[in-house]
């Protein structure tokens, strides 16, 4: 499916948290009017396009063509958010993932990866979330032990990481694939081992939900990202004898917050339900459920491939106009892909 004006224009808003009104207002046209413009019932003239993109910090090709982008924008995303999120803040936090879906897609139409991995996909049908995790890990030759840098591995596979500001704590990541690339953001005002947790959440789902949504798709990546980042196999005698001290310094070791590894424990059959309810009381009577201790000093992680995919864009001759402007961005400071190594090659 191809995306219209009317469907960039909609999600260009979106992820700018403006009103139909408020959008009409800063290119003098009237609300009904955008609000024609976004249903397809009506096309804006050549000075309206370049009016709306300017206000909107994207390119006039970028609107004029968005029949160029292959995939829905309708769907929702793969989303981790608290069911207490209101509709308002997912639904920009979706916005701003389709929207930088479209600028990927628009530069990754002059510009391949050469990724060092690829991402598999599978059948949750046939493939338990578990098994596909260890597949996964196979495939890309983790070594044993903790995950060093999620994000480093999820790049070397070709993936685009994101850190956006959500304006909100409910709502932790987001992905969905954009042609042979998929596309994860997440929260950048989480704490590390959040962020962790999330990316290895949107993996699972990358990995195992390329079809339509169902009711047991956050269970499944959910136990996906308990395997990936929590082997049954390795961790499983670390977390027979659970206490407020082990959690924390096992915390430190594998990169996971500690309700994380308590509920780890407990899926496997290591703490009762008596034991997790107790720990979990402990927790909180320290106020550890909303600021755990030890997160400031994992090492943390910065997503690095647009920064890489910029450089090697100008190693070619490319300046950083240009380089906007592949990707469909009005103003060069908004570009994701500003220049600034890595395992994977821009040819």
């Known amino acids: 499916m191809n995306a219209s004006v009317g469907d960039l224009l909609a999600i260009a808003r979106r992820a700018r948290s403006l009103t139909q009104a408020q959008l009409g207002e800063m290119v003098n046209v009237s609300q009904v009017a955008i609000n024609r ?7 804006p003239d050549a000075a309206t396009v370049a009016a709306l993109a300017g206000a909107l910090g994207v390119t006039e090709e970028l609107l004029r063509h968005g029949d160029r982008f292959r995939g829905a924008l309708g769907v929702e995303a793969h989303m981790r958010r608290q069911k207490s999120t209101k509709t308002s803040q997912w639904r920009r936090v979706e916005a701003l993932l389709n929207l930088t879906r479209v600028h990927a897609s628009f530069l990754f139409e002059d510009v391949s990866i050469d990724a060092e991995h690829r991402l598999p996909t599978f ?3 046939y493939t338990r979330p578990e098994d596909a995790a260890r597949m996964v890990c196979a ?3 983790l070594p044993m032990g903790p995950v060093t840098n999620l994000t480093r591995w999820l790049e070397s596979a070709g993936c ?3 850190e956006k500001d959500f304006g909100t704590q409910r709502i932790d990541g987001a992905s969905q694939w954009v042609s042979d690339h998929p596309v994860i953001l997440v929260n950048q005002s989480a704490p590390t081992d959040r ?6 959440h949107e993996l699972g789902h990358l990995a195992l939900h390329t079809d339509d949504p169902h009711e047991e798709m956050e269970a499944q990546a959910n136990a996906f990202a308990a395997e990936f980042l929590m082997p049954e196999g390795e961790i499983r005698p670390e977390v027979r004898h659970l206490e407020l001290g082990t959690l924390v310094d096992l915390k430190r070791e594998w990169g996971v917050s500690m309700q994380a590894l308590l509920e780890r424990a407990y899926r496997m059959g290591q703490v009762s339900a008596a ?3 107790s720990i979990l009381k402990a927790l909180n009577a320290r106020g550890w459920k909303t600021q755990e201790p030890g997160s400031s000093s994992l090492p943390a992680e910065h997503p690095q491939l647009q920064k890489h995919i910029g ?3 100008t190693a070619k001759g490319l300046s950083d106009v240009e380089i906007a402007r592949l990707a469909g961005y009005a103003n060069p400071g908004d ?3 500003r220049p600034s190594g890595s395992h994977l090659r821009a040819v």
């Open 335 to 337: 570009c994701l892909f």
């Open 160 to 162: 685009l990481v994101v």
């Open 311 to 313: 450089e090697a864009l």
């Open 123 to 125: 059948d949750p049908e």
């Open 275 to 277: 034991q997790r309810a």
């Open 195 to 200: 962020k962790r947790l999330t990316l290895a």
């Open 37 to 43: 413009y976004e249903a397809g019932e009506r096309q």
């Open 139 to 141: 495939q890309w030759r």
